[in-house]
């Protein structure tokens, strides 16, 4: 197999040979900057990505100075603390200003000249607190203009601007509650009891995994905060690496209050036998899992002598023709700020303000116990960022890497930090052009290209002997995998080569259409692409269509190419597919965006996710995107939002255990007569040294830049 010229690639399993039927002398290997999380406080000019760590640690103090109660004090919990984001008018005029090339065509004028900022609005904090005594969640903000010393005992100045409670909402369960409930779980005498029953005495060897309850009747009103553990047990105490998955726990109910830590409802329905114990549980390396590891792997080495084309100033990001900013929040993990491409003579042109995942839903189709509650808000319930894993080189990325970590608060207001949150580097993404081949990514080529890679352990459940369960598959004996989905909510605030305070952006709607036979069709093979105005946003609620080569443009009303088209980017979807529970299964209440595979607003603040700020054991329906489209605003020349909602049907495999291996899904961001002609033909070549078909000798060979690799 023959492989594109290297220069940073990604790891050996996505590597892929890329053929053409046009030869030329020149070829042009594609590059894209990856950005990986598996995110970054930052020291930047605007106050537009993470609260600094001081920052971080700066706001609980303020807030418990201005506590009068100290029982209230120590009651509060933090559950998150992020930088309140600026005005996106604002952010866009100091962009215009202070980041290269300085562009007065894009400031405001007045009749004495362009509109100069002088002054950065004040950098504030926004709290999401939890009052433990009391059940109460509030929401505060503060000032953070003037921050000393990092450590709690020093001198800290700030202001608290505004404080108020959110009625009727439980906040995200944080890991400190995790744990606690797991020990007040095993510490209950009847659960002891029960699992004894099962052959169980060692409580080590258990797993309690902490549930939000979801919404399915009053009795989960956020009236409580409530959680329903699911069970497991490990088979060897000595082994903590071990799977303890493979053997779920099943006919126990257990219910948490997990305001008061206590167990309030408990009963032991059925005496379901542990599964036995399955010698394909474990993936730990060679010896450790009864195996051993294959030896006919070789390195890969991805070399870069001059470094890397990309520049990093604080958060800053500078690759190519590209400019961004990288940011994170503990509910939404990466954020992408300000995403602009520098574009000749037309200078600095915006694409995006801000683009991020805001959730992720997993509906399990078993109407069994328990798994039919099964049904997390892995965004909203939790937070993505909050449980985002440090990279390593050689593992999770490789080449030259940058890194930036991530700072946030615990649930005590203490700071917490993932090293290596989040990676920036670029890879090899094979022939970017040759002739007139396109192959793609964000890419040299205009594109911007969302990639989410899925993989992790199977969510069991028990089968007894000779029994079968059609909503699921069964992996080894005495255990099946329940079929389920998993869906994504990409939140792309828009600015297609806005300037500052515009809202002069509009959605067209593609479908490809067959001529009918007649007059214009005689041959019976004319097709054409339609062209559909979204006009609002009750119109805009719209599903992919494959048969149609359906897709989206969002065009800039004021701005045109030299054909004197609109400019504009189109969102490309991948495979998608829509939730095939039921239209009143319940956790459709909570996750009406689900219904559509696209959803357009006109922008609001106030609107940042999608099943609205609280969803754990939200009892509101259609709370958040399905509401706010009601209000039908016009998205004729608006300041667009798209909420592209995509997922996947997991029907699991035996070869998914006992890890899944990697499956893609993803959309593209494509420049649609944004540009005059190909963005990339500027690309330099690199020289074609063609092998000798007949050597079988690994060769190395130069390629420009200066990077090595090996064919």
């Not at 167990?263 to 329905?269: L, Y």
Request: net charge neutral; with cysteine; glycine share 6%.
């Amino acid at each position: 197999m023959a492989s594109a010229p290297q220069k940073a690639t990604p790891p050996p399993s996505t590597l892929a040979a890329a053929t053409t039927t046009n030869s030329t002398p020149v070829d042009q290997p594609a590059k894209k900057v990856a950005i990986a999380i598996t995110e970054p406080s930052t020291n930047a000019p605007l106050p537009k990505a993470n609260c600094m760590l001081s920052c971080i640690t700066f706001p609980p103090t303020t807030l418990n100075r201005n506590y009068y109660n100290a029982k209230l004090r120590d009651s509060m919990r933090f559950i998150e603390v992020v930088l309140l984001e600026p005005d996106k008018r604002v952010v866009a005029l100091a962009d215009a200003y202070f980041f290269p090339p300085f562009q007065p065509s894009l400031l405001p004028r007045t009749k004495g000249g362009p509109v100069i900022p002088n002054k950065l609005p004040p950098r504030c904090a926004r709290l999401v607190v939890y009052n433990k005594k009391t059940n109460e969640t509030s929401i505060w903000i503060v000032e953070l203009s003037q921050v000393h010393a990092t450590t709690r005992g020093g001198h800290h100045r700030g202001k608290v601007i505004s404080s108020h409670v959110v009625p009727d909402v439980q906040p995200p369960i944080d890991a400190v509650e995790y744990a606690e409930c797991e020990a007040i779980v095993k510490d209950f005498p009847p659960f002891r009891e029960a699992m004894k029953k099962r052959g169980i005495e060692d409580m080590d060897l258990v797993m309690v995994d902490t549930w939000c309850v979801g919404h399915y009747s009053e009795a989960d009103d956020p009236s409580r905060r409530l959680a329903k553990p699911l069970i497991f047990c490990r088979a060897e105490s000595d082994c903590p690496m071990e799977n303890g998955y493979a053997r779920p726990v099943e006919g126990i109910y257990v219910l948490v209050d997990m305001q008061n830590m206590v167990v309030i409802e408990f009963e032991d329905r059925k005496l379901v036998p542990l599964p036995p114990v399955d010698p394909l549980r474990n993936y730990t390396p060679g010896e450790t899992r009864g195996g051993s590891d294959r030896s006919d792997v070789k390195p890969l080495q991805i070399i870069q002598p001059e470094g890397p084309s990309f520049r990093v100033n604080g958060s800053y990001v500078e690759w190519q023709k590209w400019n961004f900013r990288v940011g994170f929040t503990p509910r939404e993990g990466l954020v992408i700020y300000s995403v602009a491409y520098v574009d000749g003579s037309r200078g600095r042109r915006s694409i995006a303000h801000r683009l991020s995942f805001v959730e992720m839903v997993v509906p399990y189709g078993d109407p069994n116990e328990p798994h039919y509650r099964k049904n997390a808000f892995d965004a909203g319930e939790d937070g993505l960022g909050k449980n985002a894993h440090s990279l390593k080189k050689g593992c999770d990325c490789l080449g030259y890497i940058k890194y930036f970590d991530a700072h946030f608060t615990n649930f005590t207001g203490g700071v917490e930090t993932i090293e290596n949150c989040v990676s920036l580097h670029e890879e090899d993404h094979g022939i970017l052009w040759k002739h007139q081949d396109w192959r793609t990514g964000i890419a040299e080529d205009g594109k911007i290209e969302a990639e989410v890679k899925l993989t992790g352990i199977l969510s069991l459940g028990t089968l007894l002997p000779g029994e079968f369960r059609k909503y699921g598959t069964m992996i080894a004996p005495g255990l099946y995998a329940p079929v389920h989905q998993h869906f994504f909510v990409a939140r792309m605030d828009m600015a297609v080569d806005s300037k500052p305070g515009d809202a002069l952006n509009q959605v067209m709607e593609i479908n490809v259409k067959v001529e009918e036979p007649g007059e214009n069709n005689v041959h019976s093979n004319a097709f054409y692409a339609e062209e559909t105005l979204l006009r609002s946003e009750l119109e805009a609620m719209r599903d992919c269509n494959p048969l149609t080569a359906r897709h989206w443009i969002v065009r800039n009303t004021r701005t045109s190419n030299r054909t004197g088209t609109l400019t504009g980017y189109k969102l490309v979807p991948g495979p998608n597919c829509l939730p095939l529970a039921g239209s009143e299964a319940k956790f459709l209440r909570r996750a009406a965006f689900l219904k559509h595979n696209l959803w357009i607003t006109s922008y609001s603040q106030d609107e940042m996710f999608p099943g609205g700020e609280f969803p754990n054991q939200n009892p509101r329906v259609s709370e958040g995107l399905a509401t706010w489209v009601k209000q039908n605003r016009s998205l004729e020349e608006s300041d667009i939002v798209l909420w592209y909602v995509f997922g996947i049907t997991h029907v699991p495999r035996l070869e998914d255990w006992p890890v899944m291996p990697v499956e893609r899904i993803g959309f593209m961001l494509m420049p649609h007569g944004f540009f005059n002609c190909s963005p990339a033909v500027d690309v330099p070549p690199s020289p074609c040294e063609l092998l000798d078909s007949k050597d079988s000798d690994i060769k190395s060979k130069q390629i420009q830049g200066g990077l090595v690799a090996k064919l």
